[in-house]
């Protein structure tokens, strides 16, 4: 598209922002929504990144553009986008799209406000209150503490902070030269966001400890106590015990109650991976005491109105997006109970897509999922029959890259694979859309024989 004249901004004319809206509103349904979750339609449109870039035709220029070649723009964009709501996204731990949280995604970019202080977000604070407070209700806690965060690393970040602070204050002011060496223990098959945690807050990450997993992925309780007593022995403080609840590839659920008692006897912070997007705290308070700075022209304390209703000094951000409105409209809307007949639902699919499975040839379970995670080998008609041969694990981690390659080009489907400990290359589908039915996983399990039959 060649650079147009000098445009007029929309600022100050109303009819023309909501001309333009309507118009960006209707290219979203039409584009991302109804073609973007229906089975007619490509999961993606694969393009090299060169071509991509001409394509969207991304440089910057001093002169803007037209409306017409903005709704063009906004038209490209999704058309080029992978399409996570779609029915044969398998890629990653999320799919779906839910447009109870959609809407309330459009209302909080609407609204722009930032939720540090009651006085600009006063619905949102409230809001993302009764939410933690009904998340914490769920895990048996009356009481206590919490916030959104921008992603499960972002809190398991505030995890270990959290854990260092309560057994440290000091810390907050003196930084680290007032601390021993710092041990924290988690499982081999934790989120690597641990490693990085601990190196970002500045631990290093030989204070992680990694403690062994059984055969299904679960944290050994055992060695935990093995390696508390290795740390002590090697002059370091233990701090903190960091177990799972959904492993990221396995989907394994660690033994949280075998690990809670080694973490009373050693006196040690237990944290839970569990894959939210918000942090909840059995404590109260901490969380200020932990990150609160007091800045004077945010959080005055003489305000006209309670101000222990400004939640932003508890965070490290100061302008922190809400998070809390697109779950609370889909709670609202489900209920407790739509809500658990969505999980249960998906516990119905991935056990339907297993015993499918079993029933054709060229299908290998790495193992019998206790989750929604099926991790499962797919063994083209050249391998059958010769799992003896001496190079049949070799060729076998060579299929899931290439299939992954043909169903991506062609817009078919998307699954994720990865290499695993001594495993090679595997898939893993997550079976987390609450619009898939028996047909998709059908699907699923043809296309990769499809794709997969010359191999």
Same mark, same amino acid.
């Given at each position: 598209m060649a650079d147009s004249e000098a445009l007029p901004s929309l600022a100050g004319d109303p009819v023309a922002v909501e001309a333009l809206l309507r118009a960006v509103f209707g290219v979203v349904v039409d584009e991302a929504i109804q073609k973007g979750t229906s089975v007619s339609q490509k999961v993606c449109e694969w393009k090299e990144p060169e071509e991509l870039k001409q394509l969207l035709d991304l440089e910057l220029r001093s002169q803007g553009e037209s409306q017409e070649q903005i709704l063009e723009r906004c038209r490209a964009v999704i058309r080029y986008s992978v399409k996570t709501g779609h029915p044969r996204f398998f890629n990653q731990l999320f799919s779906g799209l839910d447009p109870h949280a959609l809407a309330g995604r459009i209302i909080t970019e609407s609204l722009n406000t930032s939720q540090y202080t009651y006085e600009i977000a006063p619905v949102f604070v409230l809001m993302e209150e009764e939410v933690l407070r009904k998340l914490r209700a769920l895990v048996g806690w009356s009481s206590g503490d919490g916030i959104f965060c921008p992603g499960g690393s972002i809190s398991n970040m505030y995890a270990i902070n959290l854990a260092r602070y309560q057994r440290y204050p000091d810390c907050k002011q003196r930084g680290l030269r007032t601390l021993p060496p710092l041990a924290l223990f988690t499982s081999k098959e934790c989120h690597y966001s641990i490693q990085k945690g601990a190196a970002f807050l500045g631990l290093g990450t030989d204070s992680v400890r990694v403690v062994k997993a059984d055969e299904r992925g679960k944290m050994v309780p055992e060695d935990l106590e093995r390696q508390i007593g290795m740390a002590e022995a090697e002059g370091a403080v233990p701090f903190l015990v960091s177990a799972t609840s959904g492993t990221t590839v396995l989907g394994a659920f660690d033994p949280l109650e075998a690990i809670a008692d080694v973490c009373q006897r050693h006196g040690l912070w237990l944290h839970v991976d569990g894959k939210v997007s918000s942090l909840k705290l059995e404590s109260e308070n901490l969380l200020k005491r932990c990150h609160g700075s007091q800045a004077s022209y945010l959080f005055q304390q003489d305000k006209f109105y309670d101000v222990a209703l400004d939640t932003g000094d508890k965070v490290v951000q100061c302008g922190r997006r809400v998070d809390c409105l697109k779950l609370w409209l889909m709670w609202k809307a489900q209920g407790d109970q739509g809500l658990e007949r969505r999980v249960g639902? @998906? !516990?119905? #699919? @991935? %056990?339907? #897509?297993?015993?499918? =499975? +079993? +029933? %054709?040839?060229? !299908?290998? #379970?790495? =193992?019998?999922?206790e989750f929604v995670n099926v991790c499962f080998w797919f063994v083209p008609p050249s391998l059958r029959g010769k799992q003896e041969s001496p190079d049949y694990h070799e060729r076998l981690s060579k299929v899931a890259p290439m299939l992954k390659e043909r169903m991506v080009k062609e817009g078919s489907m998307m699954i994720g694979y990865q290499p695993h400990g001594t495993r090679g290359n595997f898939f893993r589908v997550v079976v987390a859309n609450s619009a898939l039915t028996c047909a998709d996983m059908d699907f699923l399990l043809n296309e990769l024989e499809r794709l997969g039959q010359d191999l």
């Amino acid at each position: 598209m060649a650079d147009s004249e000098a445009l007029p901004s929309l600022a100050g004319d109303p009819v023309a922002v909501e001309a333009l809206l309507r118009a960006v509103f209707g290219v979203v349904v039409d584009e991302a929504i109804q073609k973007g979750t229906s089975v007619s339609q490509k999961v993606c449109e694969w393009k090299e990144p060169e071509e991509l870039k001409q394509l969207l035709d991304l440089e910057l220029r001093s002169q803007g553009e037209s409306q017409e070649q903005i709704l063009e723009r906004c038209r490209a964009v999704i058309r080029y986008s992978v399409k996570t709501g779609h029915p044969r996204f398998f890629n990653q731990l999320f799919s779906g799209l839910d447009p109870h949280a959609l809407a309330g995604r459009i209302i909080t970019e609407s609204l722009n406000t930032s939720q540090y202080t009651y006085e600009i977000a006063p619905v949102f604070v409230l809001m993302e209150e009764e939410v933690l407070r009904k998340l914490r209700a769920l895990v048996g806690w009356s009481s206590g503490d919490g916030i959104f965060c921008p992603g499960g690393s972002i809190s398991n970040m505030y995890a270990i902070n959290l854990a260092r602070y309560q057994r440290y204050p000091d810390c907050k002011q003196r930084g680290l030269r007032t601390l021993p060496p710092l041990a924290l223990f988690t499982s081999k098959e934790c989120h690597y966001s641990i490693q990085k945690g601990a190196a970002f807050l500045g631990l290093g990450t030989d204070s992680v400890r990694v403690v062994k997993a059984d055969e299904r992925g679960k944290m050994v309780p055992e060695d935990l106590e093995r390696q508390i007593g290795m740390a002590e022995a090697e002059g370091a403080v233990p701090f903190l015990v960091s177990a799972t609840s959904g492993t990221t590839v396995l989907g394994a659920f660690d033994p949280l109650e075998a690990i809670a008692d080694v973490c009373q006897r050693h006196g040690l912070w237990l944290h839970v991976d569990g894959k939210v997007s918000s942090l909840k705290l059995e404590s109260e308070n901490l969380l200020k005491r932990c990150h609160g700075s007091q800045a004077s022209y945010l959080f005055q304390q003489d305000k006209f109105y309670d101000v222990a209703l400004d939640t932003g000094d508890k965070v490290v951000q100061c302008g922190r997006r809400v998070d809390c409105l697109k779950l609370w409209l889909m709670w609202k809307a489900q209920g407790d109970q739509g809500l658990e007949r969505r999980v249960g639902q @998906a !516990f119905v #699919l @991935a %056990r339907y #897509l297993v015993e499918e =499975m +079993k +029933k %054709r040839e060229g !299908f290998e #379970l790495v =193992m019998e999922p206790e989750f929604v995670n099926v991790c499962f080998w797919f063994v083209p008609p050249s391998l059958r029959g010769k799992q003896e041969s001496p190079d049949y694990h070799e060729r076998l981690s060579k299929v899931a890259p290439m299939l992954k390659e043909r169903m991506v080009k062609e817009g078919s489907m998307m699954i994720g694979y990865q290499p695993h400990g001594t495993r090679g290359n595997f898939f893993r589908v997550v079976v987390a859309n609450s619009a898939l039915t028996c047909a998709d996983m059908d699907f699923l399990l043809n296309e990769l024989e499809r794709l997969g039959q010359d191999l």
